[in-house]
Every structure is written in C-alpha cells, then in structure tokens.
C-alpha cells in the first residue's frame, strides 16, 4: 500500500451482503469486437472485476444472463432496443449510459456512441463498485461538460519538473521510443477513469528541441501508449524554434517563410502523431519569447500557429499568462488589458487559456477579470495542481473547495447566473471549443505525488472537468473510498478534514486577501519582507503594501483601479470595504489596522486570529488524522501522519513569521489567544533555503 494504485484499486469488496449482491448481478464480460479502446476497457474489467467479487469473471463469448456488456450500438446491435435513443443522444461524443435491463436474465450494459464513451462508462462503472453503490437499476446518462479535459506538465526535457515536487519527470525522455515504461499506461488508465482526455508533455516555458524529429518519434511511442485510453497528445511550443532549430533568422508570425516552417513542421508532427492535439503556447511573458518581439499582437501568433494546425483539427492553446510589457502597470491588470481588444481576433481554432485568477495560482484569489470579457472568444481555465503557493507536495490541501470557488464565481457578464463554469464550458456564448487544464502534480514517486492527497486534486480535475456540478463533497467522498476505504469511521471524518483544508490553508498563509508574500524564487515559506526582487511585482512587498497606517492592495479607482475590469456588479460589491468579501479584502483594499469587521474584530485582531485558526485547524488535522489511522494500512497512515506533523510546523512558521513582520507596521499587540511568536523577526527574517525544490 504505497499509493501506487492510485484510486484504481480493486480489493475484495467488503460487506457479506453486498459482495453476494454483486457476485449474482454480475456473471462475466461480454466485449463483442476488439478495437484498441474496446481492449483497454476488456483489461480493466478483466483487472477490475475477479478482485473486486474475488470469484472468476470469464470473458463470454455472447451476452447473457449476469453480463458485463460494454460495446457501442454499432457494435452489439441489441443495445439499441435496450438503452433509450434520447440516453444515447444525450451522451453525445464522448459520453456514456449504463444501464440495467429488466426480466429474468438482467444485463448489465455499458454503452456509447463511440469506443472512449465505453470506455469511460466502463470506469465510472467500476467506480460504483468500488464505491459500493447498488447496480440493481442502472439507468445511468453521463456526458462531459467541457471538450478539452487536460494537464499540462510543466516537465523538462532534462527530466526536472518546474513546479514539481514529486520527483522526476515520468517521462523517461532518454530511453524513449524504445523502452515503455509501465508508468506510461497506469498514468493513461488513471486519466481514462477520470475523463481526461489530453496532456502536454512539456513546461510551458518550452525547449523547442521537443519539435525536433528524434524528440517527436519519443512523443509518438507516448501517444501511442495513450490513444487507447482516449488520451491526446499536446506539446507546449516555443515560438522561436523557426530560429532555434529551423535556422531561420525571425520567428516573426506574418514572414512567409516562418509560416510555412510551422506549417511544415505541423505536418511532420501529423505524420508521426496523426491523431496530435495541438499546441499550448506561452508566449511573451516571463521572458519568453512571442510575437510582440516583432511588433505583432498575440492574435497574430496564435493564429499562425493554429492555421498550421486547422487542416489536421489541431488547436492552439494561447496563453493569457502575460506581464511582460508594461512593468509598472498592476500586475493583476495586464493580462485583461493585452487581450480584451483581441477579442473577436482569434481563429476558430484558438482558445485563450486564463488561470484561475488575476496573478498567479495564489491559495485565494478572485476569479480573473477576463473570464467573461472576451465573449468572441473561448476561454479555458488553467488551474494548478501541484501546489507551488499551497506548500508544495507538503501539505494536506483538497483544492476541489477552490476549483469550485472559481467555477461558481458570477461574472455578471451576462446578468446574473454568469459563472465561469459556463463561460468555459462554452454555455455561455456557444462557444464549441472548451476546457479546462490542470497544472500536473505528478512526478516519478511511488504514489505519483509526493503526497497521497495529492492524488486527490489529480482526480478533482478530471471529475470537475467532466461535471463542474459535481460538489467537492461528492469528489471527496468518491476519491477516499477508491483511495482507502468505504469504511465511514474512516470516510466521514476525512471527507471533513479535505473539505476544511483549503480554508485552513489560507488561513495560515494568506488570510483577508493577503497574497504573494512567499520566498522569492522558490516559493517556499513566508518571507512577506522580501523587497529585493528585479521587478517590482516579484517582490511581496508590492502585493501586500503594508505601512503604518494599514495594509493591502488599493484596486479601486483610488487605487489601480483594477477593479474596473469586472461587470458593474461585481465592481460594485467589491469596491466598496464594506460589501466586498472579507475573502478579498486586501486584494482589492488597503485596510486601516483599527478597522472593525463585521466580526467586531479590528483588522489587526481578525488577521491574528485568522492565523491562529490556521494554526489550529492543521492541529485538528492531525488529531483526525490520528484517529482514523486504525482504519487503514499502516504504511499510508504513518506517511500522511509524518506530512501533516510538517505541515503543523510550517503552518506555525507562517503565523510567526507573518505576525512578527506585519507587527512592525500594526504596532499593536497581539489579541489573546494568539501566541507570541516563537522567534524574532530576524530569525525568520535570515532563514535559507538553496536547495528548496523549484
Ligand atoms: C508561475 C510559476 C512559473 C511558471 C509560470 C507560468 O512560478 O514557474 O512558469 O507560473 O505559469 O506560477 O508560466
């Protein structure tokens, strides 16, 4: 038990009754053809099916009583009597429908209109089981809400992760094509099981050495291992490889000879990779290289790109990670402010990937202003598993509770009702491309990583990008009982412990509305003094403007009137301290320290108490975690127990630090029950840390 498995663990069900229950329903596997996706769904059944019922599942060779069908109409014809058209029409492209029929010789049917359909019904079928929901009456209708279903890692040719702290690059780039490692095919069964659909291999902040013809034969021998999981294979381009490895000496997006460089290099792509998804582009920003080098605008880059790709169905994912330009312009402003007037300009098969909010993957922050603004145009969202801001792959943080904050945001783009969700699901302005991404977590540890619950972000991804309704509750519950156990002396108090985490998280890092105001480089620990950066808004000092009369980022039209990026409504409520969630109230306000909340509290007495309950509340963690520890293994008890002991620590660190600094300004003393900290500030203020992972 060293979280190998991941939540695809299929051990003996439990519970006398129910285990009989299962073993009658089910009496073997009827796969009818054998495509390469049909086969990956026959193994996992075969995988799943004889251990979950611990009695012999064959495969049959015609349907009867007590089978498994999974096959689409196409294939095994009787489905169409047996599963409503309008199910299958609903399921549409890449859905599924399970059904149980009536009558004496019950079937069990799994079905879709195309092999991936199947095959994800297939997986959330053994979900049911592994979950122990009752399969007597089936009637099932499942389809994704958004197109594109991804993660995106940040991984290295070199093997070196950026943002990774769970090892190594599961790409083993050096003995590719021609040795696979096993890895590859459980990371495909795994994305399968949660519906996602695609990956890009490579660090957005890209080696143009991937697009060369001995680096595309190892992207091959990957997509092949991926296809029959329905998985598409995506490479994040860098925009000058027409000079780095094509020997021309622009990249400039509207010179003839740069396009036809692409559209050739499109092509040799194609041939080894025929069903290639596209590229992800990060471009001018960050130092990277992009079209404005030449004068040219993002649309005229992406579009490039994307004509390059349109013949063969490929997108271009541009991103909207941008703060290049104009460095003394709020940070927070200058994406909206790039591609707001490019909305409209983007090709059909563009879509602008935003992250979640404004700066940077922060454990709160407002939902970025572009969501909802550039209505020509799809949106997708970016959102960041691996926990570069949240305490790396450290701390136990369930981020579902944050993923759900920006779906449901209201953008008010359209009255009401406007959420994220549906501007990246598409809903909102009929949009047919959408998606939504996930920064990977995943490296070479055993349990993929780093920490356990890591995986249950991984998983959050997938189930949100497939249902955005799904509650964090559902994905919790679902996630710890694959992962550990249906045992509720066990589930119910870690389901809690996930759904607080998140919370508790910002409460000891960055509580009110504080936010980037960790170690400058790698990003670990609080060093909220840090003013010593090249660019102004690298340092925290810049984010969090703390002075003796108050502190927090004035973004109303006092301030950088960033605020006015958002529909009236919201600008409305949250320009105003009063109406604006105490969630964000320092993104948007620079607070007097005497001010009262409506907690009664002054400012200085909520920020204190606001981190001892952090503090508190990983205490709590611990405590749970101690006493759900009998219920499961003892070898993931002992390494959750050892993690959440750090975290204990680096949570106290965080209060002190913060406190101890924020106290020079504040001048007052801290409220009862809040503890002195535990060193000076120059302790804190002098800790090193060279070789923090980054
Ligand atoms: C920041 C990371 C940096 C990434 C960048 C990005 O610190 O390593 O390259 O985002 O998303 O969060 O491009």
Redesign the pocket.
Known sequence: EDGYELWLRYHRITGKALLQDYRDAISGIYIPVSTPVSTAAREELQKALPALLDKAVPLQQQAQAGSVIAATPAQWPAINSLVPAASLQQAGAEGFCIYTTTGADKKIIITGNTDAGVLYGVFHFLRLLQTQQPIQQLSIVSAPKVRYRLLNH?DNLTRTV??GYAGMSIWDWHRLPGYIDRRYKDYARANASIGINGTVLN???ANATILSKPYLEKVAALAGVFRPYGIRVYLSARFSAPIEIGGLKTADPLDPQVQQWWKEKVKEIYHYIPDFGGFLV?AN??G?PGPQNYGRSHADGANMLADALAPYKGIVMW?A?VYDSKGDEDRFKQAYDEFKPLDGRFHDNVVVQV?NGPI??QPREPFHPLFGAMPHTPLML?L?LTQ??LGFATHLVYLSPLFKEVLEADTHAKGPGSTVAKVIDGSLEGHAISGMAG?SNIGSDRNWTGHLFGQANWYALGRLAWDHTLTSAQVADEWLRQTFTNDARFVTPVQQMMLASRETLVNYMTPLGLHHIMGYGH?YGPAPWYDKAPRADWNPVYFHRADSTGIGFDRTASGSNALAQYAPAVRKQWENMRTCPEAYLLWFHHVPWQYRLPSGRTLWEELCYKYQAGVQGVQQMADTWQQVSPYIDEERAEQVRMLLAIQLEEAAWWRDACLAYFRTFAKLPLPQGVPAPAHTLEYYRELRFPYAP?
């Open positions: 940040w950026e943002r660090n957005v902040n990060k920003s960050e990277q991103r990670f992250k940077d993957f970016e960041q570069e801001y920064v990003h980054h």
